[in-house]
């Protein structure tokens, strides 16, 4: 293909990106779809993006936001980012954020952007181990990087598995339990950074904040490490109490 037809059709299709955005920042959300299903280029995964953004600003877009997703993840010549799982998240509720966050992760795609070295272009070399290797840790889980939404899924994934096991042991005799994976499980400690660059803006609340108040919705207490505090700790004690 010539370098100018592939211009073209990075052209139009940076056009109809800007269209949609546009569109969603109005919250016209009707005609920001309109504009998805019109273009004249297979879409990649910006525009995926803008679409599942226009969703999120609308609000109770629930069924648009996950049929954008389901066709994201269908199409093999785009791979969904943070930025796709983020959105998709904060547009529909909780229980389908849940099923969203497993599909996400079950496909490996990277739940946190890859550092960007200096000029501003992203580093590449780190993104499988973005993907959320945390998650296959039970007790330590990194969430630091992730939008709110999404660190707030994840904090439900991981104590909901947590409480899922620890009823599985309930139904093991005395003596298998003594030697049962959850009973061998420490506290459940959540990185999250303590966002000291932005502390002194009034209004800006910081990922540590906002997953202790994730905790406290779920019925939950966090505490924050005085050794540690870049990191929120659920004490085994309360989980064992928890019946969420």
């Given at each position: 293909?010539?370098?100018?037809?592939?211009?073209?059709?990075?052209?139009?299709?940076?056009?109809?990106?800007?269209?949609?955005?546009?569109?969603?920042?109005?919250?016209?959300?009707?005609?920001?779809?309109?504009?998805?299903?019109?273009?004249?280029?297979a879409p990649?995964?910006?525009?995926?993006?803008?679409?599942?953004?226009?969703?999120?600003?609308?609000?109770?877009?629930?069924?648009?936001?996950?049929?954008?997703?389901?066709?994201?993840?269908?199409?093999?010549?785009?791979?969904?980012?943070?930025?796709?799982?983020?959105?998709?998240?904060?547009?529909?509720?909780?229980?389908?954020?849940?099923?969203?966050?497993?599909?996400?992760?079950?496909?490996?795609?990277?739940?946190?952007?890859?550092?960007?070295?200096?000029?501003?272009?992203?580093?590449?070399?780190?993104?499988?181990?973005?993907?959320?290797?945390?998650?296959?840790?039970?007790?330590?889980?990194?969430?630091?990087?992730?939008?709110?939404?999404?660190?707030?899924?994840?904090?439900?994934?991981?104590?909901?598995?947590?409480?899922?096991?620890?009823?599985?042991?309930?139904?093991?005799?005395?003596?298998?339990?003594?030697?049962?994976?959850?009973?061998?499980?420490?506290?459940?400690?959540?990185?999250?950074?303590?966002?000291?660059?932005?502390?002194?803006?009034?209004s800006h609340?910081?990922?540590?904040?906002?997953?202790l108040e994730?905790?406290?919705?779920?019925?939950?207490?966090?505490?924050?490490?005085?050794?540690?505090?870049?990191?929120?700790?659920?004490?085994?004690?309360?989980?064992?109490?928890?019946?969420?």
């Open positions: 293909r010539s370098p100018t037809a592939y211009r073209c059709k990075r052209d139009r299709r940076a056009a109809f990106t800007r269209g949609i955005e546009s569109c969603g920042r109005a919250g016209e959300l009707e005609e920001a779809l309109a504009l998805f299903e019109a273009l004249p280029v990649d995964v910006a525009c995926y993006n803008v679409a599942l953004t226009a969703c999120r600003r609308r609000g109770r877009a629930e069924e648009e936001a996950i049929t954008i997703w389901r066709r994201l993840l269908q199409d093999r010549r785009v791979s969904p980012d943070a930025i796709s799982v983020a959105e998709t998240v904060a547009a529909v509720s909780d229980a389908t954020a849940d099923a969203v966050l497993a599909s996400a992760v079950e496909r490996r795609v990277p739940l946190r952007l890859p550092p960007r070295r200096r000029g501003g272009q992203k580093d590449g070399t780190n993104m499988r181990r973005n993907v959320v290797s945390s998650l296959d840790s039970d007790d330590e889980v990194d969430v630091s990087g992730m939008p709110f939404p999404l660190a707030r899924a994840v904090v439900r994934r991981t104590l909901r598995g947590v409480n899922r096991r620890r009823r599985r042991s309930s139904f093991v005799d005395e003596k298998e339990s003594s030697s049962s994976s959850f009973e061998k499980e420490e506290d459940v400690v959540f990185i999250t950074g303590v966002g000291v660059r932005r502390e002194s803006e009034p609340t910081s990922l540590r904040s906002h997953v994730t905790l406290e919705g779920l019925g939950l207490r966090g505490e924050v490490p005085p050794r540690f505090p870049g990191s929120v700790l659920v004490k085994r004690s309360d989980l064992d109490a928890w019946d969420p």
